[in-house]
């Protein structure tokens, strides 16, 4: 499903010093898996993690989406195609403060145009699959860390995306609560057959992810 | 994106308070100040027609920039039958205006004398209503003087005392005569009041020596908004070019061009007025933004253009606007039209500014609609325009950089 091909990506630190942040990547991710980017702290998990997104450039190589090459693709297109074809996890969550958490749930799906009675049913099981069904009017702020992280795992699945992007999604939460984090987005995972793809260096997200892909100094050095 | 920007401005409530009251508030005030100063000029203009000067006056050409006995009007029985068959014309009447010197047994000053036709005059000028003291001319072709205030201070004059008149006929040749306070007025126009007194035509003119023959001659019109279509009626009526038929607009040229003067200045300072207001509102609505960066660069991630950003800020800024808008412009325009029909009497206004030719101690607001609209045009115009920069701000960032702004 997704394939990178002698990905290279440099950071430009003024004129001379630069950072070769994604060496040579070559890597394929197949459609439902549950796999990790891991690797110490700057070794460029994040930026590998961007550059499928299509948030970030990337300096050489390609990038395919099926059979789509969408490294190359206009800043607009990249736009639509994080809109339609990509779901995002942050590690602070992200969500729109102004919004409760069912809006927020169902934001991607309603500007994707989805009919409001879809929105309200699929809204509905993913907050009672993420128990968070009782939530549905308050407002994030009121929210503990851990039920906003699963609101705003909500948010990217909802609208079932290609594949699911989670950077450090358990780098602001306790032990605990990561836990049931990883634990209910593996069974969202096994439920719906969609795929995700971590950046992390947390070992709570390492025992539960059914693939491994070791990075070290821009470099993938074990799949 | 609607529904975002509704929830967006209940929930930064600082923000939209501000914005709201701004706009209200220079709504508000942009309408009524406009009004009063339209008002203002209104009034100045119809108190001066209402005075003295005609919606239209016929001259010989020559008469208002040379002047003297060369450039006065002949044969004025004929052109009076002339105008009396031309459409939007409601009546029409001769004066005959010379300059000499009155004396009385001790003082003497320059005046304009002007003959005049007493019960004609009344339809054309508040001559009779400025009465102060004594009798406004009788219409029996004596030899009664009805002067100015000022000018009868001036002269030490009393009613019934005699002045003496010393000036030139319409030949040239000498005139001299005595007359008879009879009345005295007071307009308010202080130029006018301390250098003018009228007397019946039947006596001038065989003083003077002018039967048939005037000055110019004073047209008033039906609608006055009709004024330039009128002239050249007249002016096709009367074919002798020769004569020139001037509007109000060009007797009064200065005063016209004193008002524009007035509006400009007035507009500056209202604009400085914008300035700040739009300023307050640009640095809050910047202020706004570059808190909700992190928020922005979020929606970008997930797949908002910054076109969509853009729609939503816009949307935001409508929706407060139109709000502050629709509460203030009927405010504004209510206290326009109340103060139209009900004029603010400003008690001793009159007194202070008669050097303008104001004659009434009320100040009508001007109430008009394509005003007020336009005043609402230019406040809308600012508020989007205080967003402009805001929207490049968030725009400067790229989705990644806007993200990890906290
Ligand atoms: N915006 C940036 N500008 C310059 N260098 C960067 C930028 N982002 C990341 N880097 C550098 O690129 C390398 C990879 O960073 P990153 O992908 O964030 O690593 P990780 O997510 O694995 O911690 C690091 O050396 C980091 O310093
Ligand atoms: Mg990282």
Redesign the pocket.
């Known amino acids: 499903m997704i394939r990178l091909q002698n990905v290279n990506k440099y ?3 003024g004129e001379e010093r630069e ?1 070769h ?1 994604l060496k040579e990547i070559n890597l394929e991710i197949k459609k439902g898996e549950f796999s990790l ?1 891991s ?12 550059a499928i997104g299509a948030l970030d450039s990337i300096d050489s190589g390609e990038i395919y989406l099926d059979d789509m090459e969408i490294s190359s693709l206009s800043e607009d297109a990249r736009t639509r195609l994080r809109l339609n074809e990509m779901g995002f996890v942050f590690q602070a969550y992200n969500l729109i403060p102004v919004l409760n958490v069912e809006e927020n749930i169902g934001f991607i799906m309603k500007l994707r145009g989805f009919d409001e009675d879809v929105i309200k049913a699929r809204v509905q099981e993913l907050a009672s699959l993420l128990e968070i069904d009782t939530k549905l009017s308050s407002l994030p702020s009121t929210l503990s860390g851990g039920q906003q992280q699963r609101v705003a795992v909500a948010r990217a699945v909802a609208p079932k995306p290609k594949i699911i992007l989670a ?2 999604p358990t780098a602001n939460l306790d032990s605990k609560n990561s836990k049931t984090l990883m634990d209910m987005m593996r069974s969202l995972n096994e439920k719906e057959g969609i795929s995700v793809l971590f ?1 992390s ?1 947390d070992e709570y997200v390492m025992r539960y992810v059914r693939r491994i892909i070791e ?1 070290n100094d ?1 470099a993938i050095v074990a799949k | 994106m609607f529904f975002l920007a509704l929830k967006n401005i209940l929930f930064y409530k600082g923000r939209s308070i501000t914005t709201f009251a701004l706009t209200f508030f220079s709504t508000f005030s942009f309408i009524v100040y406009v009004a009063m100063m339209d008002g203002s000029h209104n009034s100045i203009l119809h108190n001066a027609l209402k005075v003295y000067v005609g919606a239209i006056e016929i001259y010989e050409k020559g008469y208002r920039e040379i002047g003297g006995n060369e450039y006065l009007l002949y044969n004025v029985h004929k052109k009076e039958e002339i105008l009396k068959n031309i459409e939007g014309v409601s009546s029409f009447t001769s004066r005959y205006e010379t300059y000499g010197l009155l004396s009385s047994d001790e003082y003497s000053s320059a005046a304009m004398v002007v003959g005049i036709n007493p019960t004609k005059e009344v339809q054309h000028s508040q001559l009779k209503n400025a009465l102060i003291l004594g009798e406004y001319l009788d219409g029996s072709a004596n030899n009664c003087l009805y002067v100015g205030s000022d000018l009868a201070k001036r002269l030490h004059v009393k009613l019934d005392s005699k002045v003496s008149f010393i000036g030139s006929a319409s030949d040239n040749s000498f005139a001299a005569d005595i007359f008879k306070v009879c009345g005295m007025f007071k307009t308010g126009a202080y130029e006018f009041d301390s250098s003018s007194a009228f007397i019946d035509r039947g006596y001038f003119d065989t003083l003077m020596l002018s039967e048939d023959m005037a000055s110019y001659i004073h047209v008033n019109v039906t609608d006055l908004s009709d004024v330039d279509l009128i002239q050249q009626k007249i002016q096709a009526a009367l074919d002798d070019p020769k004569l020139e038929v001037l509007t109000w607009k060009t007797l009064m040229a200065s005063m016209v061009e004193a008002m524009k003067v007035d509006s400009i200045f007035g507009y500056i300072s209202i604009s400085l007025f914008f300035v700040v207001i739009f300023f307050v509102i640009m640095i809050f609505s910047f202020i706004n933004a570059s808190s909700r960066l992190r928020e922005f660069g979020t929606l970008r991630a997930i797949g908002l253009s910054s076109a969509n950003i853009n729609v939503l800020l816009f949307y935001e800024i409508f929706i407060l606007s139109t709000l502050a808008i629709i509460l203030a412009a009927p405010l504004g325009a209510y206290v326009a039209y109340y103060f139209n029909a009900n004029p603010i009497i400003i008690e001793g206004m009159s007194e202070t500014y008669k050097e303008y030719g104001i004659v009434s101690d009320e100040l009508p607001l001007s109430f008009d609609l394509f005003t007020i609209a336009w005043n609402v045009g230019i406040v809308y115009l600012l508020n989007f325009l205080s967003i402009l920069y805001p929207m490049r701000f968030i725009n400067r960032f790229k989705p ?1 950089e806007a993200l990890k702004h906290v």
Not at chain 1, 40 to 50: A, E, I, V
């Open positions: 950071y430009y630190r950072v942040a980017l690797g110490p702290s700057g070794c460029g998990k994040t930026t590998l993690l961007n950077d450090e950046a260096h990075m821009g | 990644l």
